[in-house]
């Protein structure tokens, strides 16, 4: 489902945020030369389509109390990632939970790590990883008001992944670099 | 922190914008405050930084798109240089700071997988640095609605 021309501005046009005046619809419709029951209606079916998750709020969890962020980061047998994925997903206190390509330095015969390390995820190139080993292939967002209900709700995770798991680590992210969103290029690279 | 009006404003709004002539309004009706009121509170919660934007969340993978997670392992000396070198492409959403050897981590939304791959490959010019790209192989949840208000069960 591409975009139309219509999709394309209206996402332009309210990709920063809704003007917040008392008709917010209209607003954008006078923007981009159209009513605002068009803009409304053509919202409702991205909506109804998911191209649109939600219309509303998007919080700064770290000035809403929630300070500790931690990328929890897990390696997870091949064959139960996807079953233990499910699961983990729905733990409360897990925001984004994917299956990821892991990153692995290019096996050489013989490593004894290729024996519990299969390749990354399905056809994905590893690239030069300048040393940097990532055996991780589950990655679950955590947020919580102290870095000690993370580990707590990281230990709960690790329950529930038992001997299937390998090994996890926690990043924590210390700054937000940019927070805007999809921005679509105004110009459009044929 | 948060007002309880707040609170209970953004669990309102977490995701529900009514689409109709003035949703504000419909909005305020239901807790009895007036369309000024939720304006205002909105406007000040943006104003604050508590809110980094009020609107629609567009997932561009319905209309063909990415959005792909990737790290980079940059020096400290470079950091604060390398910060601005990425966040300076529209196609970076998200970029957060962690702590670990990969310690920048960022989003790239684009359109095309094309357009995705010219970032990726524009950034490691521009900053002679290796990305490590992770595109999702699989999801399995997103959108947590952390608990505003006293007394709600976490991650409801």
């Known amino acids: ?190 | 922190m948060l007002s309880p009006d707040d609170a209970r404003l953004l669990e309102r709004l977490h995701g529900d914008l009514p689409l109709t002539e003035r949703p504000f309004a419909d909005v305020a009706f239901e807790f009895g405050w007036t369309e000024d009121y939720v304006i205002g509170r909105l406007s000040a919660l943006l104003e604050s930084g508590m809110l980094t934007r009020f609107g629609p969340l567009f997932q561009i993978e319905r209309a063909g798109g990415l959005f792909v997670l990737a790290a980079m392992a940059v020096p400290e000396a470079r950091y604060a240089a390398v910060t601005a070198q990425v966040n300076a492409l529209p196609e970076v959403a998200h970029n957060y700071r962690r702590d670990h050897a990969l310690n920048m981590w960022f989003v790239l939304g684009t359109e095309t997988p094309a357009q995705c791959a010219a970032a990726i490959a524009r950034i490691e010019d521009e900053t002679g640095l290796s990305v490590l790209a992770f595109p999702k192989e699989r999801e399995f949840f997103v959108e947590l609605k952390l608990p505003l208000t006293i007394g709600e069960a976490h991650g409801a």
């Open chain 1, 1 to 190: 489902m591409a975009l139309d021309d219509f999709d394309r501005a209206l996402m332009t046009a309210t990709q920063g945020g809704l003007p917040l005046v008392p008709r917010p619809y209209d607003a954008v419709g006078e923007r981009l030369g159209v009513s605002g029951q068009q803009v409304r209606e053509r919202l409702a079916q991205m909506l109804e389509s998911g191209l649109i998750r939600r219309i509303g709020a998007v919080p700064n969890h770290y000035r809403l109390g929630f300070t500790a962020n931690g990328m929890s980061v897990w390696d997870v047998d091949d064959a139960l990632v996807d079953l233990l994925g499910e699961r983990i997903g729905q733990l409360p206190g897990v925001s984004h939970c994917y299956r990821r390509p892991r990153h692995l330095p290019k096996a050489s015969p013989g490593r004894s790590q290729d024996a519990e390390s299969p390749s990354g995820g399905d056809g994905v190139q590893c690239t030069p990883t300048g040393g940097i080993y990532w055996p991780y292939n589950l990655f679950a967002m955590l947020h919580g008001r102290s870095r000690a209900e993370v580990e707590q709700q990281a230990v709960q995770l690790h329950e529930l992944l038992g001997s299937a798991c390998r090994g996890h680590d926690i990043l924590y992210s210390t700054a937000i670099l940019k927070k805007t969103g999809l921005r679509l290029r105004q110009s459009q690279e044929s």
